[in-house]
């Protein structure tokens, strides 16, 4: 079994915080939190360490880089052998118009997020890369007419 950090309550509203502006000085999170500076920064720290916390990144909007057309795609494999999976996965890695890769239950075996221009940048994608790899056998792609609601923070 994973063993996990135990988090207090304190924690959690660093996380929260952090969540949701990374770039907060360690006074002004320690305002929010209740804490003292030197505390938020030891238990960032901490937190860093047990692998709670991870990168630190800046959230670009896809439609100022003309990458605002968000596709669901459901893949089938051809085959479930180890091998087929790592081959597949390592080309998700490498695509950079794949920002998401689920391994799947059920009747589809990866659920993939494809951010692309329009739909004729996602066809070319589709035909001439995606449905090119040997270990797929089919996908069924379906077109986002709205982001209703993107998070990336997880509730604590």
């Known amino acids: ?11 959690r509203r660093i996380i929260a915080a952090l969540q949701l502006d990374a770039t907060i000085s360690h006074n002004e999170l320690a305002e929010q939190v209740g804490a003292s500076a030197a505390s938020c920064w030891r238990r960032i720290k901490a937190l860093e360490v047990a692998g709670v916390l991870t ?6 909007n896809p439609e100022a880089i003309d990458r ?15 091998e087929s999976r790592k081959a597949f996965e390592e080309f998700v890695d490498g695509r950079p118009e794949i920002i998401e890769c689920f ?29 090119s ?8 792609s379906h077109f986002a007419l709205s982001m209703t609601k993107y998070t990336t923070a997880m509730p604590v």
């Open 68 to 82: 605002g057309v968000n596709v669901l795609c459901n893949i089938r494999m051809r085959s479930h052998a180890p």
């Open 55 to 60: 990168r630190v990144v800046r959230l670009v």
């Open 133 to 140: 790899q040997p270990s797929v056998a089919g996908a069924a």
């Open 103 to 131: 391994s799947m239950s059920g009747e589809w075996d990866y659920l993939l997020r494809v951010v692309v221009s329009d739909v004729a940048d996602y066809n070319a994608f589709l035909m001439q890369i995606l449905l």
């Open 1 to 11: 079994m994973k063993q996990v950090r135990q988090i207090d309550h304190i924690d």
